[in-house]
T-cell receptor
């Protein structure tokens, strides 16, 4: 069965520090998709990135970067030079390509960036 | 519509009453998900609709919970005989073709059972 583990429940950093949010997944499929979502205090989930299992190239988008490593079943998310506005709960999610299986989320990591 | 719409945004109900929560997905999206998020917790999968396939109900916590999706569009999540532990934000999401595309979330319905 598919599973997503975000071992870090809460992280607190000082503004301008770099921070990495960990995500480890389990799946029996060879084809699957990984996602990161942000949930700011307002509550609405915001899509950040989608990555398929055949594309291990790391991705950078501004201050955000993602490190996908199939060998360790991890899809970690790094925020460089963190800002107060980055404070939110971040969720990692997985969907399998076979059949009709739902999008499964980790329990989330609450990031607090302190000015 | 422009996004996923959920109604009501807030619902306070008395223990034992039935409630219906509505979700209007993005037009043309074939996949629809319901999740529950208790205060300070992660997203708990409830049910998933994909096209004309039988829904995946594996996440429904009890037989008091049910959901339907009419005409492949609007979905209603019904909770019968509500209990205090049902208090949570109920989130609906839709995606274009199911598993592999971005899921867009609604603002959620905050349910409080008193």
């Amino acid at each position: 069965a598919q599973k997503v583990t975000q071992a870090q429940t809460e992280i607190s950093v000082v503004e301008k520090e770099d921070v990495t949010l960990d995500c480890v997944y389990e799946t029996r499929d060879t084809t699957y998709y990984l996602f990161w979502y942000k949930q700011p205090p307002s509550g609405e989930l915001v899509f950040l990135i989608r990555r398929n299992s055949f594309d291990e190239q790391n991705e950078i988008s501004g201050r955000y970067s993602w490190n996908f490593q199939k060998s360790t079943s991890s899809f970690n998310f790094t925020i460089t030079a963190s800002q107060v506005v980055d404070s939110a709960v971040y969720f990692c999610a997985l969907s399998e390509a076979r059949g009709n299986t739902p999008l499964v989320f980790g329990k989330g990591t609450r990031l607090s960036v302190i000015a | 519509g422009a996004g996923v719409s959920q109604s009501p945004s807030n619902k306070v109900t008395e223990k034992g009453k039935d409630v219906e929560l509505r979700c209007d997905p993005i037009s043309g999206h074939t996949a629809l998900y319901w999740y529950r998020q208790r205060l300070g917790q992660g997203l708990e999968f409830l049910i998933y609709f994909q096209g004309n396939s039988a829904p995946d109900k594996s996440g429904l916590p009890s037989d008091r919970f049910s959901a339907e999706r009419t005409g492949g569009s609007v979905s209603t999540l019904t909770i019968q005989r509500t209990q205090q532990e049902d208090s949570a934000v109920y989130l609906c999401a839709s995606s274009l073709d199911g598993l592999n595309t971005e899921a867009f979330f609604g603002q959620g319905t905050r349910l409080t059972v008193v």
